[in-house]
């Protein structure tokens, strides 16, 4: 059976039905830091000026404009411009009320899992009534999104933890279908396998992030293979 192409991002219409939500719980997430919205970003359209932002954790929801530069729109470069367009993610939330929040700022990443990202400011601050109609949700951040949500909590003194023995059986299960399956290397410094597996995963209705992925088969590399060859 032909695959279909992975989809790469939601509308909040489409989380309602999803996860059985009202469109009021999205919004709280969103305002509340929980899910991290996307817009889209035409070249330049939006673009005020750039800067690194200061730590999130001691910013209480704001982002300090200590400007790397400052230009107008006219004196950006191809490059610049090339780089602002696209879906890219409303950072840091600022609360209006309880049930409201104002966006001005947008960067490559959530900065909650990359400080060090480049931010810019909205020229033009967006409400959480543009991102309910004109923003998504990308597919990574669903994920996430779920996979925090499905966390179950530690198991009580009657259920049984694997044993070292079971537990490294999964991990060779987790490698041996990884390299065969997937082709993946060990040994690269970087490989798109745990966003492919990821997306596979995403097409059976199966919610997993990439750095979770990523962790299991560097634990499984390394607890299975050290010391072997990694290819046969």
Request: net charge negative.
């Given at each position: 059976m032909k695959s279909t192409p992975a989809k790469k991002y939601f509308t909040f219409e489409e989380l309602v039905v999803r996860w059985d939500r009202t469109s009021n719980d999205l919004v709280q997430l969103v305002i509340d830091g929980e899910m991290v919205p996307s817009l889209y970003i035409p070249s330049g359209g939006y673009l005020l000026n750039q800067f690194v932002p200061i730590d999130i954790e001691d910013a209480d929801s704001t982002c300090s404009p200590s400007p790397l530069h400052d230009p107008s729109i006219d004196e950006l470069d191809n490059e610049v411009r090339g780089w602002v367009t696209g879906f890219r993610y409303l950072i840091l939330p600022q609360r209006t009320d309880s049930h409201d929040?104002?966006?001005?700022?947008?960067?490559?990443?959530?900065?909650?899992?990359d400080h060090g990202a480049l931010c810019y400011s909205l020229e033009h601050r967006v409400g959480i009534a543009d991102v309910l109609k004109s923003g998504m949700v990308m597919a990574d951040e669903v994920a996430r999104v779920e996979a925090k949500s499905s966390e179950k909590p530690a198991p009580d003194s009657n259920e049984k933890a694997l044993s070292t023995t079971e537990r490294n059986t999964l991990l060779k299960l987790v490698i041996g279908m990884a390299v065969k399956g997937y082709s993946y290397d060990p040994e690269a410094s970087k490989s798109g396998v745990?966003?492919?597996?990821?997306?596979?995963?995403?097409?059976?209705?199966?919610?997993?992030?990439?750095?979770?992925?990523?962790?299991?088969?560097?634990?499984?590399?390394?607890?299975?293979?050290?010391?072997?060859?990694?290819?046969?």
């Open positions: 929040c104002d966006f001005h700022y947008f960067a490559a990443a959530p900065l909650d899992r745990p966003k492919e597996i990821v997306d596979d995963l995403a097409n059976l209705g199966i919610a997993i992030t990439d750095d979770t992925v990523r962790r299991y088969l560097k634990e499984a590399a390394r607890t299975v293979l050290s010391g072997q060859a990694r290819h046969s």
